[in-house]
């Protein structure tokens, strides 16, 4: 069974990751991050999965193929952070996007405007904000249900099933149908 995964702002090459998100992040060295990550990516994703990477994969052009090393068929909705020539990428993704539609979902590195969901989108799948969150309009709940931020901060630094996705998309239309 193929199965999909989600995960966004793994930041591979960014020393100064290690700084602003200490303690999703408590690693003495970008090295020993990698590592990690690596191991938790590969220890969910299979080799013929697909995985959705939201954008800010690395930093460094060299650091782009830590992408070799991890499973799972790639593919990238760029980040603000994904910087580099296209052809530096699709050396190691399968496909780039800059927005892709998933399910009734969008997928984006950003959160997109409120407008930007409408009818046909019911959930925006994001990243970008790694440790925090979409509030709600009076910003009295924790984060907008239509919203879902895959950054890796969010997630123990491993890729998430689509199944979480899913639930969350049902719970939506649960309350808004």
């Not at 989600?6 to 200490?22: Q, R």
């Not at 460094?60 to 603000?80: C, P, T, V, Y």
């Not at 950003?110 to 440790?131: A, I, K, Q, T, Y």
């Not at 309009?137 to 979480?164: G, R």
Request: aromatic letters at 12%; glycine letters at 4%.
């Amino acid at each position: 069974m193929i199965n999909t995964w989600f995960i966004s702002d793994t930041h591979f090459g960014h020393k100064n990751i290690l700084e602003y998100e200490k303690e999703a992040r408590p690693f003495s060295c970008l090295e020993e991050m990698h590592e990690v990550m690596i191991d938790r990516w590969n220890s969910v994703v299979n080799r013929k999965d697909i995985i959705y990477h939201l954008g800010d994969f690395a930093f460094g052009r060299r650091n782009i193929q830590i992408a070799e090393r991890l499973n799972g068929k790639k593919k990238l909705i760029m980040g603000n952070h994904d910087i580099y020539s296209s052809s530096d990428y699709i050396k190691y993704f399968d496909k780039l996007y800059g927005v892709i539609f998933w399910n009734k979902c969008i997928l984006s590195h950003m959160p997109v405007s409120e407008d930007g969901l409408c009818v046909r989108w019911f959930l925006n799948v994001h990243g970008h904000l790694h440790s925090k969150n979409v509030l709600d309009k009076d910003n009295s709940n924790w984060h907008d249900i239509n919203y879902f931020n895959v950054s890796c901060e969010q997630n123990n630094l491993t890729p998430i099933h689509e199944d979480i996705i899913l639930n969350r998309l049902k719970r939506v239309f649960e309350l808004n149908w």
